[in-house]
């Protein structure tokens, strides 16, 4: 599970969440507040356009291991 929360006190715009899976590591369902869309190793989430303060948005993916080894999943937020 993602928790993405705005802690300021101003809205923000066009939030979004890209999840990158490695390698061992396969994406196979993702839901949330916007759509997920699944392309390969990365999950992309369609952007959220008004985020108010104080506001939480919540995200899921659900994956499956292929393979061992040291496989590290990067979620990364970005907003205008």
Known sequence: TITVINQGSESDSNVSVVVRFPKEITPVAAVGDTAGTISGQTVTFTP???FSPRQTLRFRVDARGKESGDG????????D
Not at 72 to 79: F, L, N, Q, W
């Open 72 to 79: 590290r999943v990067v979620v990364e937020v970005s907003s």
């Open 48 to 50: 959220y356009n008004s």
